[in-house]
C-alpha cells in the first residue's frame, strides 16, 4: 500500500500546517517562515515511505526538516534524495527528547508492517513539547507512535493534550479520497487482471508479490508479522496454498 503511505506522508505536513494556525488551536507560526523570521521546525521520525513525502512537503514549503532514524542507511538515502538542506540524527531517547523540545510539528512515521507501531513519543515529552505545537500519528493505524495518541476521524480530528494539538486520523487518505483511489487503482489494477484471469491460487502460486499479501488462509495467518504482533501460530504461505 505505498500510494497510500505516499498520501499520507504529504497530507501530514498540510494537515500539520493548517492547526499551527493561531486560529485553529496551534501557537500561530508559518511553516515556511518569512525573510527575517525563522521557519517552523518539522521533526520527522522516520525515514520510510511516509516520512520521505512528508520531507518531500515540508521542505517544498521552507521549513526547518529534520528527520530521526534508527538506520543510518535510510538516513543516508533521505540526505542524497533531496536537494535542500536536510538535517539528519540518529535516533536515540536522547535525540528524540532534545528534538521534539523545540519542535512546531512533529510527524510520527514509524510504521512496522503488521505489527504495532513503536512508541518512541512518551506523555512526559508531550509534557515538555511547545504549547500549541502539533503531533500528527501518521502511525494511529498501528496504534500510534505517541503513549497520548489515539484514533480519531476526519469529522472531528484533533484533541488537545498538555496544550500539544494530537491529530491522529486513522485512514488519512480518506480526506482526499479522489487522489487517494487513483492512487491505489494505479498500482492494485495489475494484481486483480491476474486475480481474475489466472484464479487466486495460480496467481498467487505464480507472484511473489501477491503471495506476500496472503494474510489469512483456511484458518491459518499467513504473515509473519502479524501472527507474531497477535500470538497466532505462522505457517508459511506457500505451505497453505497446499493445505
Known sequence: LAPMSEVAG????QAGAYYLEKAH????????????????KVVVLGGGMVGRHAIHIALGMGADTWVIDKNVDVLRQCWQQFDRPLNTVYSTIDAIERHLADADLVIGGVLIPGAAAPKLITADLVKSMKPGS???DVAIDQGGCAETSHATTHDDPVYMVDDVIHYCVA?????VPKTSTYALNNVTLPFTLALADKGWRNALAEDEHLLAGLNVHKGNVTYKAVADDLGYNYMDPREALRV
Open 171 to 175: 485512514n488519512m487518505p480518506g480526506g
Open 134 to 136: 502539533v503531533i500528527v
Open 25 to 40: 488551536g496551534g501557537h500561530g507560526v508559518l511553516l515556511g517562515g518569512v525573510p527575517g523570521v525563522d521557519p517552523a
Open 10 to 13: 504529504r497530507l501530514s505536513i
